[in-house]
């Protein structure tokens, strides 16, 4: 039996076109919190010379890079949320999403609370790094408590959230017939999953995670692109069963 369809509401409207901007604006957001960041790294780590090592400006421009980025992360799922809302009205498999994209702006809030902690005492963490960007988090977590505390927080919250634009997204590709949308629900779920190996293994060893990090900026990257590919067009027609 075919599937029953209808005529698109203006509610699905607004919310495909607010996923569409807050997915473009989560693509330049990981390029500046992921990409970027992690590129400078990887040179100071294994090609240090010149301005590529762990020196006070190094530290502070690369936290002001995360610190842009999480702006526009947070705007990013500020819009994914506001989306969900639209199309929550008429179709409640968005409630589950919208409420989870609000816990993850909380703890986008708290991770720019933590970056801000970073940036004002970047001098003491730059001595107890002492040029081995892999000692960041246990300087941070000697030094400023609350900033590691906070950013903790932040990054579970936040963790969340993208479990909330996982099933919103996935809950769009449905309801507008879009295997894209699909595609980006899919890889958002592979990110949550490669983000948790490394942020873990900062805390405790864990073999093989650093491997986890070459697949992070790739996905951020790439969801977002695929869920702006997918809903930069209001659909004409929508399915309801």
């Known amino acids: 039996m075919a599937t029953p369809t209808v005529t698109i509401r203006p509610e699905d409207v607004r919310g495909s ?5 807050g997915a473009g604006l989560g693509v330049f957001a990981a390029a500046l919190t992921l990409l970027l960041p992690l590129a400078l790294l990887w040179l100071a780590l294994y090609n240090p010379g010149g301005f590529f090592r762990v020196t006070t400006t190094f530290v502070e421009t690369v936290t ?3 610190l842009a980025g999480a702006i526009l992360f947070l705007l990013s799922l500020i819009l994914y949320h506001r989306g969900f809302v639209a199309m929550s009205a008429v179709d409640p498999r968005f409630k589950v999403a919208r409420v989870l994209c609000l816990v993850g702006s909380l703890g986008f809030l708290l991770l720019l609370v933590a970056v801000v902690v970073v940036l004002g005492s970047t001098s003491s963490l730059v001595s107890c790094i002492g040029g081995q960007p892999s000692h960041a988090l246990s300087c941070l977590r000697s030094g400023q408590p609350l900033g590691a505390f906070t950013g903790l927080a932040g990054f579970w919250l936040g963790w969340l959230g993208g479990v909330g634009l996982v099933l919103g997204i996935a809950a769009a590709g449905r309801r507008f017939g879009r295997g894209v949308l699909y595609g980006s629900a ?8 490669a983000l948790v190996g490394p942020f873990v293994a900062l805390l405790y060893p864990v073999p093989g995670a650093q491997y986890f990090l070459l697949a992070v900026p790739v996905l951020a990257l790439l969801a977002p692109a695929l869920a702006y590919a997918g809903a930069r067009r209001p659909p004409v027609r929508i399915k309801t069963g």
């Open 64 to 66: 002001l890079l995360i």
């Open 186 to 193: 899919a890889l958002y779920s592979l990110l949550l999953l």
């Open 17 to 21: 076109h607010r996923i569409a901007v």
